[in-house]
Antibody
Framework: QVQLVQSGAEVKKPGASVKVSCTAS????????MYWVRQAPGQGLEWMGM????????IYAQKFQGRVTMTSDTSASTVYMELSSLRSDDTAVYYC???????????????WGQGTPVSVSS | DIQLTQSPMSLSASVGDRVTITCRAN??????LNWYQQKSGRAPRLLIY???SLQSGVPSRFSGSGSGTDFSLTISSLKPEDFATYYC?????????FGGGTKVEI
């Protein structure tokens, strides 16, 4: 069965960087896009960007351009999201989510990781 | 960026009620509109994609409709496990924005 397993909780100081991993199993890793979505405490969902594991191409939300890097390691079936210059308002749960990349279903996020809490505090 | 506005922000309903949540986009999303359910402390779960297609494993009491800028999610007969927050999302153009969410309280 499809599983996305994320790395554990992180506590960081302002100005630091965080790197969150998401390891996939149960499907052909390179055949699906992977997205990152975050959710601040008590708030809604915010799309951060995507990576295509088959070639490494990325699209980032303008808000995060210059601060976020999404990469993939096909040998480990793992994608990574690194966010730099952390601020207190980056405190959130960060999720990875898979897009089955089917021809007639549009883009959709059918499987999600369990979430990685990131806390930014001095 | 396409902005999505959900209404209502919250609602209180009883088991067995028919519930409808709406999602309005400030520009066309064509048919590329998804709905997710999120329970407290859990990752979101895909319910509906491309406006009206039911995701595998999702009960048939959930349905979606709409196109262009106006969409809706309907729960035909509310069950206790449907207490959750529901989000719409457009995937017509990046960034793939989400609505602000609708909290359904039983």
């Amino acid at each position: 069965q499809v599983q996305l397993v994320q790395s554990g909780a992180e506590v960081k100081k302002p100005g630091a960087s965080v790197k969150v991993s998401c390891t996939a199993s149960g499907y052909t890793f390179s055949s699906c896009y992977m997205y990152w979505v975050r959710q601040a405490p008590g708030q809604g969902l915010e799309w951060m960007g995507m990576v295509d594991p088959s070639g490494g191409s990325t699209i980032y939300a303008q808000k995060f351009q210059g601060r976020v890097t999404m990469t993939s390691d096909t040998s480990a079936s793992t994608v990574y999201m690194e966010l730099s210059s952390l601020r207190s308002d980056d405190t959130a749960v960060y999720y990875c989510a898979r897009d089955p990349r089917e021809p007639f279903g549009g883009r959709r996020f059918d499987y999600w990781g369990q979430g990685t809490p990131v806390s930014v505090s001095s | 960026d396409i902005q999505l506005t959900q209404s209502p922000m919250s609602l209180s309903a009883s088991v067995g009620d028919r519930v409808t949540i709406t999602c309005r986009a400030n520009e066309t999303s064509s048919m590329y509109l998804n709905w997710y359910q999120q329970k407290s402390g859990r990752a979101p779960r895909l319910l509906i994609y491309v406006a009206s297609s039911l995701q595998s494993g999702v009960p048939s009491r959930f349905s979606g409709s709409g196109s262009g800028t106006d969409f809706s999610l309907t729960i035909s007969s509310l069950k206790p496990e449907d207490f959750a927050t529901y989000y719409c999302q457009q995937t017509y153009s990046t960034p793939f924005t989400f609505g602000g969410g609708t909290k359904v309280e039983i």
